[in-house]
């Protein structure tokens, strides 16, 4: 009906925002954990496109700042809310973009809550991974008889600058699957949330082995859900291709160094490495330098694809809002900052053609129609 219309008006409009072509950004602000809610917020003011901390004059002479974000989220956004503001950007992967959503921010400033959820079995508090796999797995059913989609997952971790299969069960093993860049991990076809949930209990139990301490290891490593999409059109077989890493980023506090010492020393280096490898490249593609430094970290390496002007990028900052973490919120507000300045070409639909352009002509407005009805 006209809702309907008025709606898809409104993921039309979104696109062409999305085309622009700036690397979105995001903020979330944790909520105070426990028994802390009694204590003062650095946070002064959430707005649906700005936050503003309070700044002792240590840190600056005003003492408010405003830092300005695509959107932000106070500490009582829900995981729903959270995700709704993604879903037109996931839902390109079916059109054949490639997207990539780092999560980045200090440990314990909530990276893990919005990429995974506190609890895989809570449908309420479920995260940003299962949401976005949920809803191709939607939109590919609302579109099966225009055309018709594989979906499969890969699970890396890198730590140390060395990369880990999580899914490893020795079943599927691609290097190189039509022509894209695959890592050398397992590719697992997915094709219900029920297959989607098993395996990140088995990405998540993989992660855990071989370390004594989970969390601390957690925070020190790069975790990424990629999602690779093949759609085929049922009349003229044309074929696109999308994929969306869906990244939760090690740590980015700074190392102390007086603490560091051995093996915290060598992770936090590796950590610095490839964080700072992430900000070289946002900083080469901000100024439009024709060499663009993906081969210095293994995280840069991986993303190079989803990177760029082929790509949709959004970067999901978070902050913790005790005033003893200011120092951290600062930097990472003065990164987000840097990243949203970065402007990169309109994205690229990755597409294969086996037929005339008019037959592709046709489908689009079938699959325009189709959507306009529902
Ligand atoms: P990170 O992955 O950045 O180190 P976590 O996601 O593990 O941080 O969050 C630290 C703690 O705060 C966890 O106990 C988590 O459940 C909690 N937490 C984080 N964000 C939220 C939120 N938006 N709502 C409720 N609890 C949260
Ligand atoms: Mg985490």
Do not use: W
Request: charged fraction near 25%; glycine fraction near 6%; aromatic fraction near 6%.
């Amino acid at each position: 009906g006209y809702h309907k219309v008025i709606e898809e008006n409104r993921k039309l409009y979104n696109q062409v925002q999305d085309l622009k072509g700036n690397i979105r950004v995001y903020c979330r602000v944790r909520p105070f954990l426990g028994d802390q809610q009694s204590h003062n917020s650095s946070v002064s003011n959430v707005e649906e496109g700005s936050i503003s901390i309070l700044t002792p004059f240590k840190y600056s002479k005003e003492e408010k700042k405003t830092f300005n974000f695509n959107r932000a989220f106070g500490p009582s956004a829900t995981q729903a809310e959270v995700f709704s503001d993604m879903q037109p950007l996931v839902r390109s992967v079916l059109d054949g973009y490639n997207v990539c959503i780092f999560a980045y921010g200090q440990t314990g400033s909530g990276k893990t809550h919005t990429m995974s959820g506190p609890d895989e079995l809570n449908e309420e508090t479920i995260g940003v991974n299962y949401r976005a796999l949920r809803d191709l797995f939607l939109l590919s059913e609302q579109r099966k008889d225009i055309i018709s989609y594989d979906i499969s997952v890969q699970m890396l971790e890198i730590y140390n600058e060395q990369v880990r299969d999580l899914l490893t069960i020795d079943e599927i093993r691609n290097s190189s699957q039509n022509g894209i860049n695959v890592p050398e991990a397992s590719l697992i076809p997915v094709s219900s949330t029920s297959d989607v949930i098993s395996l990140m209990n088995l990405g998540h139990k993989n992660r855990a082995v071989g370390s004594t301490a989970m969390n601390d290891r957690s925070s020190r490593s790069h975790s990424c859900l990629t999602v690779h999409v093949q759609g085929k059109y049922s009349t003229s077989g044309t074929t696109i291709r999308g994929s969306m890493h869906l990244v939760d980023l090690a740590g980015s506090e700074r190392a102390d160094k007086s603490e560091a010492r051995g093996d915290r020393l060598k992770e936090a280096q590796h950590i610095n490495k490839s964080l700072s490898a992430l900000g070289d490249v946002i900083a080469s593609l901000a100024s439009k330098n024709a060499h663009v430094p993906y081969r210095n970290s293994k995280l840069t390496q991986l993303l190079q694809d989803s990177l760029g002007g082929q790509a949709k990028t959004l970067m999901f900052v978070h902050i913790s809002p005790e005033l003893e973490a200011l120092g951290e919120t600062l930097s990472t507000l003065k990164f987000a900052e840097r990243v949203s300045t970065v402007e990169l070409g309109a994205a690229k639909v990755n597409k294969y053609n086996n037929n005339s352009d008019v037959k592709e002509l046709k489908e689009q407005i079938a699959s325009l129609k189709a959507a306009m009805a529902r």
